[in-house]
């Protein structure tokens, strides 16, 4: 079964910047959309940014000017680049994929297990 691992994540002072990653652990066959939510402590889990298949991006109003999201579809590897970061950006960072297997033909949601960002001085 298809694993997403995420990596990236740690302990940034304010202003500093992180590059998340999220990749699958075993070969698919087309990946969708892939996303990145984050939930801070006390707080519903959010939307931070969105890119399509053809790469059309779109972001919470929160990030938009200081995180990029990107892809590679060779490698299927979505990534979340952080810059400018904020303590209020302090929250566990979770990638989603919709994806299809080789094995099976249906379009599916996957989640990573989560990266802490710690924006703190």
């Known amino acids: 079964q298809v694993q997403l691992v995420e990596s990236g994540g740690g302990l940034v002072q304010p202003g500093g910047s992180l590059t998340l990653s999220c990749a699958p652990s075993g070969r698919i066959y087309i990946a969708y959309d892939m996303r990145w939510y984050r939930q801070a402590p006390g707080k519903q889990r959010e939307l931070v940014a969105d890119?399509?298949?053809?790469?059309?991006?779109d972001y919470a109003d929160s990030v938009k000017g200081r995180f990029t999201i990107s892809r590679d579809n060779a490698k299927k590897t979505v990534y979340l680049q952080m810059n400018a970061l904020k303590p209020e950006d302090t929250a566990v960072y979770y990638c989603?994929?919709?994806?299809?297997?080789?094995?099976?033909?249906?379009?599916?949601?996957?989640w990573g297990q989560g990266t802490q960002v710690t924006v703190s001085s």
């Open positions: 890119i399509t298949e053809r790469g059309a991006a």
């Open positions: 989603n994929i919709n994806l299809r297997e080789y094995t099976f033909n249906i379009a599916t949601d996957y």
